[in-house]
């Protein structure tokens, strides 16, 4: 850049494109400094070198904010995991839903562990009931990447994001008018009550005989 440009030609480009020529670096660095810019060298390895006049600083910036936008978008899952007692409060289960959607959201894999204490183990529907309860509450949200393992006095699940899904919802909240939240939520309100899916439990280990 500038000075340190010691080639004795090389090709100039301005800063709107135009081209301006071949030319010695000294001239082409008064050319920039007349214009309030930095001569930088842009293509180094052709014959001559290619040096473009831009404004350093900003290009520098603008790089940066590039790069930190890629590395955001570029996103690389991790499993996060969500534990859950047999016998949960319901503000509990609430608390650890929105926890998982948050995970979900953001682009990370869910593990979902039911975690069973002393003669819980006897009452193994009640985690496939929780499963099962997960499985429709996350519909809009994720898809089961692992169906429910018991190992031993953990009984276990993984969901992963549904893209697609994810995106029509972020579409449909855009779209929404003022007052459409209610309304859904009265449409849907009917559907709490029927009955969880029925959760396939593969079991695993010396007490899978309890499932």
Same mark, same amino acid.
């Given at each position: ?12 480009? $301005?800063?709107?494109? @135009? ?5 010695? *670096? &000294? =001239? ?9 810019? =930095? ?8 014959? *001559? ?14 790089? &940066?904010?590039?790069?930190?936008? $890629? ?33 979900? $959201?953001?682009? =990370? ?27 429709? =509450? ?6 089961? @990447?692992?169906? /429910? ?14 893209? @697609? $899904? ?13 007052? %459409?939240?209610?309304?859904? %939520?009265?449409?849907? %309100?009917?559907?709490?009550?029927? /009955?969880? /899916? ?14």
């Amino acid at each position: 850049m500038n000075e340190r440009i010691r080639i004795s030609q090389i090709r100039v480009i $301005a800063e709107d494109g @135009e081209q301006l020529g071949v030319m010695t *670096p &000294q =001239d082409a660095l008064r050319m920039a400094r007349e214009r309030g810019l =930095d001569l930088v060298e842009v293509a180094p390895n052709v014959s *001559p070198p290619v040096c473009r006049f831009l404004d350093f600083n900003k290009f520098r910036y603008e790089e &940066q904010r590039r790069e930190r936008e $890629a590395r955001r978008k570029h996103h690389l899952p991790r499993l996060k995991e969500v534990k859950f007692k047999p016998h949960i409060e319901a503000h509990d289960y609430q608390v650890k839903l929105m926890r998982l959607k948050r995970f979900l $959201a953001r682009g =990370d894999n869910a593990k979902v562990t039911v975690v069973f204490r002393g003669r819980e183990l006897s009452h193994a529907e009640l985690g496939r009931r929780i499963l099962a309860r997960l499985v429709t =509450d996350l519909t809009a949200t994720a898809k089961v @990447e692992r169906t /429910p393992i018991l190992e031993g006095r953990f009984m276990t699940m993984v969901f992963v994001p549904d893209h @697609e $899904a994810l995106r029509r919802a972020a579409g449909a909240a855009k779209k929404a008018q003022p007052g %459409a939240a209610g309304k859904s %939520a009265s449409a849907q %309100a009917p559907q709490s009550s029927a /009955p969880p /899916p029925s959760v396939e439990v593969q079991a695993k280990g010396p007490e899978s005989g309890s499932a």
